[in-house]
């Protein structure tokens, strides 16, 4: 028999929740059809589930006619995309994410005060990608201590990070930064809920025998708690769905935790414990 213990904080964040809120009101009460540039969301069952009521990801604006239907998602859209749409006659839905919004409203105050801008994050993270673009020039991406080491040459810069990067390894790649240039502002623009869900996922990892980490492949804040799990020597598994759990990986007595990420919705969740009953009963 297995037990089962669930972390506090699981399922859809406050940004992932709003989304979905503002997308249903923009389906209506069915027979629409709007768009996205990309998925909403980093989970792929959420986003079939969306695209089975009407939401559909296109991978650039030459797939929308003019006068269609637009959500700009939780991870934000660069700035060329809503002049496009505006231009076009497109209506949007914005989900832009408050938290990504205040990092974007950041960067825009830094380049305007004449600051190098440097994003600290994932280079090739769409969150990444449009906060980049309220930069007005190029900005700097970085996402380890080795390319904060070889940065040079800059009087005045201003940092934001990643709303999901490690604050860990942000504090230092920031002490590096600080290194090396005179005038520094830094926001501290991790979001406070992703690091009270990993606070949750570790203090719950300490206390089981294993960690089901449940959430999109692609999701970059459910593969940084799966490898915080990891490097805290825990045993811990990556799953996206009940269809992942393989009953030979336990033992009878196990205590079992279970985490999510932030964008796995709830009756994922639901049917990934329903499971755990079942291979406990067995």
Same mark, same amino acid.
């Given at each position: 028999m297995l037990e089962v213990v669930v972390s506090p904080i699981t399922g859809f964040c406050f940004?992932?929740?709003?989304?979905?809120? !503002?997308?249903?009101e923009g389906?209506?009460? &069915?027979?629409? +059809?709007?768009?996205? #540039?990309?998925?909403?969301? /980093?989970?792929k069952q959420a986003v079939e589930e969306l695209r089975s009521r009407g939401v559909i990801p296109v991978?650039?604006?030459?797939?929308?006619?003019?006068?269609? +239907?637009?959500?700009?998602? $939780? /991870?934000?859209?660069?700035?060329?995309i809503i002049e496009q749409a505006r231009n076009r006659g497109i209506k949007l839905i914005d989900t832009t994410c408050p938290f990504v919004e205040k990092s974007q409203k950041h960067v825009r105050e830094m380049s305007k005060e004449g600051r190098k801008v440097i994003i #600290?994050?994932?280079?090739?993270?769409? *969150?990444v990608r449009a906060?980049?673009?309220? %930069?007005?020039?190029?900005? #700097?991406?970085?996402?380890?201590? *080795?390319? %904060?080491e070889s940065v040079r040459g800059i009087e005045q810069a201003g940092v934001v990070i990643q709303t999901t990067f490690s604050?860990?390894? $942000?504090?230092?790649?920031?002490? *590096?930064? *600080?290194? /090396?240039? %005179?005038? !520094?502002?830094? /926001?501290?623009?991790?979001?406070?809920?992703t690091v009270m869900r990993r606070e949750a996922t570790l203090d719950?990892?300490?206390?089981?025998?294993?960690? !089901?980490?449940?959430?999109?492949? &692609?999701s970059s804040n459910t593969k940084r708690l799966f490898q915080m799990c990891l490097d805290e020597g825990m045993t811990a598994r990556f799953i996206e769905t009940a269809d992942d759990i393989d009953p030979a990986w336990f033992e009878d007595g196990d205590r079992v935790?279970? +985490? +999510?990420?932030?964008?796995?919705?709830?009756?994922? #969740?639901?049917?990934?414990? %329903?499971?755990?009953?079942?291979?406990?009963?067995?």
């Open positions: 940004g992932v929740k709003r989304a979905m809120r !503002l997308i249903d389906l209506g009460d &069915g027979g629409r +059809t709007i768009y996205s #540039i990309g998925d909403v969301i /980093h989970n991978a650039s604006m030459d797939e929308l006619s003019d006068g269609d +239907t637009l959500i700009i998602r $939780a /991870h934000g859209v660069m700035p060329e #600290i994050g994932d280079s090739t993270h769409p *969150e906060i980049s673009g309220q %930069a007005g020039s190029e900005p #700097i991406i970085m996402s380890s201590l *080795e390319e %904060a604050r860990e390894w $942000a504090m230092r790649i920031v002490g *590096e930064l *600080e290194r /090396h240039i %005179a005038d !520094l502002t830094v /926001h501290d623009t991790i979001c406070q809920a719950l990892s300490h206390s089981v025998d294993m960690v !089901l980490v449940v959430g999109g492949k &692609g935790g279970v +985490t +999510t990420g932030t964008s796995t919705p709830g009756w994922v #969740i639901e049917e990934v414990l %329903a499971r755990l009953r079942e291979i406990s009963d067995c």
